[in-house]
């Protein structure tokens, strides 16, 4: 809300707000935001409101003038702090990987900023050779894209949740494992973790006649 007063003894006519905003601010209008005040009498204000939507975080600040007739200038700074969304994301692996044998992956998300983040999905990657087994809390398999998705929804600060997948490795050696946390203004947090697969172990017995006469 922005307030244009006129503490002058005369009549301050055809006054315009104008704003310019940063680029973490946005409006309809565009980058420079024009508002009609109109005449304003000795010792009369008026508010106008920017509606304005934060596009990134930090520090913002919108420079405002207000013109009117007679080279009537005010100038001033408005500074804004967005608090901006922040997500920690990780992945613990099984102690031991080995190949056809089933192993539980769980994926950790925390919300480590100030404000709650809505619309929270999280993804998970396959390495290639793992094939999916089965997934919590309503996790689905994209086999086109080799992926467990899940809808977090809303995380509050602070807030921490867990979300298990059961994979089976298929093949000796290294794989990447890769989760990401997407909302809808994108990715917000992403981790990986490199995994070691050892090759599965056998034994077989085989009974052999001994000659005749042996012991």
């Known amino acids: 809300m922005v307030e244009v007063s006129n503490p002058g003894s005369g009549r301050a006519e055809d006054v315009v707000l104008v704003a310019s905003l940063p680029d973490g601010l946005e409006h309809k209008s565009g980058a420079v935001v024009t508002i009609d005040i109109g005449t304003l009498n000795p010792g009369e204000s008026r508010k106008a409101r920017l509606s304005l939507t934060a596009i990134a975080g930090g520090l913002q600040e919108i420079e405002l003038k207000a013109a009117g007739t007679g080279e009537l200038l005010a100038e001033t700074t408005a500074r804004v702090e967005v608090a901006e969304p922040e997500l920690r994301l ?17 994926l950790q998300l925390e919300n480590t900023g100030l404000v709650a983040t809505a619309n929270v999905r999280a993804r998970y990657q396959l390495p290639a050779g793992f094939q999916f087994v089965s997934a919590n809390r ?55 973790e490199v995994t ?11 009974l052999a006649a001994l000659p005749d006469g042996g012991a």
Request: glycine share 12%; proline share 2%.
């Open 90 to 106: 990780a992945l613990r692996t099984p102690d031991q990987e080995i190949t056809g044998q089933q192993g539980s992956y769980v």
């Open 138 to 192: 309503g996790g689905r398999y994209l086999a086109a894209e080799r992926t467990v998705e899940w809808f977090v929804g809303t995380l509050n600060p602070g807030e921490t949740t867990e979300f298990l997948a059961d994979l089976q490795a298929g093949k000796s050696g290294r794989s990447a494992h890769r989760v990401s946390a997407q909302t809808d203004f994108g990715d917000l947090a992403s981790a990986e």
């Open 196 to 206: 070691q697969e050892e090759g599965s172990a056998d034994l077989q017995l085989e």
